[in-house]
């Protein structure tokens, strides 16, 4: 590969950090500013205008998003974590998914060293609001987990399109950086189940989730279903914006 080919590659992968960076830092600063009018205390962020005219679904407000959102029985049988291979270095940069997503969400960037080894940094905790400097006690994950995504549909996907979504890093809030603690806390659970207890992300978490389900066309239960509307009563200013999984 030529220095001119690189450069370019350095760029494009730069570039994509930086989007997944702000997308965070923005939610970060909401929820960090000053009561709202939503639930919480924090209003949700707009989204960037790049982002917006690439949206396959733009600014809907949140309880529209969830009446509209196609309703099924969820089916766990036959799930298994290793069907969605996770963690690869798609652009074949050195870097893995859990790499990437270290390297876009940290408020103060780590050093990266040969085979992007990291060392350094810190972040903030999306669900817990914790600041971490040891990126060993953060996990990766997925705002809607590998198991609820296979129970709301992606149990009827190819392995392609599995790995795809293990590995999402093509929008911002699809996976986020957080304690181990809140993590495993989290686990495959829905919103009928668990929400983060940090109570000023509450809106934008439910905005997350939405905004995943429909990217990937993922179903919801009634429980999910209601849950989610029963948040998005405290939340009249959040909106749902995402662009479709190819």
């Not at 600063?29 to 009018?37: E, H, P, Y």
């Not at 949206?55 to 969830?66: E, R, T, W």
């Amino acid at each position: 590969m030529g220095a001119s080919q690189h450069s370019t590659e350095g760029v494009r992968v730069t570039g994509r950090r930086l989007v997944l960076a702000a997308g965070l830092l923005l939610v970060l600063v909401g929820c960090q500013a000053s009561a709202g009018d939503d639930a919480g205390g924090a209003e949700p962020p707009d989204r960037s205008t790049a982002a917006a005219s690439q949206a396959d679904g733009n600014g809907i407000p949140l309880v529209d998003a969830i009446r509209r959102i196609p309703r099924a029985v969820e089916h766990r049988a036959g799930y298994e974590r290793d069907k969605f291979r996770h963690w690869v270095d798609a652009d074949h940069d050195g870097c893995d998914t859990r790499a990437e997503i270290l390297l876009a969400q940290a408020v103060q960037p780590p050093k990266q060293g040969p085979s992007c080894k990291l060392s350094g940094g810190s972040w903030v905790s999306y669900y817990d609001g914790a600041t971490v400097a040891d990126a060993g006690e953060l996990d990766i994950d997925h705002v809607v987990a590998l198991a609820e995504a296979w129970d709301s549909g992606a149990s009827g996907w190819s392995a392609e399109r599995r790995e795809a979504y293990a590995n999402d890093i093509a929008v911002p809030r699809s996976l986020l950086a957080v304690t181990a603690k809140s993590n495993r806390s989290k686990s495959d659970q829905d919103p009928s189940e668990w929400i983060p207890p940090v109570a000023a992300v509450a809106c934008q978490y439910a905005a997350d989730w939405m905004a995943v389900k429909f990217r990937w066309s993922l179903t919801a239960d009634l429980r999910e279903q209601a849950a989610l509307e029963k948040i998005a009563k405290g939340c009249p200013k959040t909106t749902v914006s995402y662009t479709l999984a190819s």
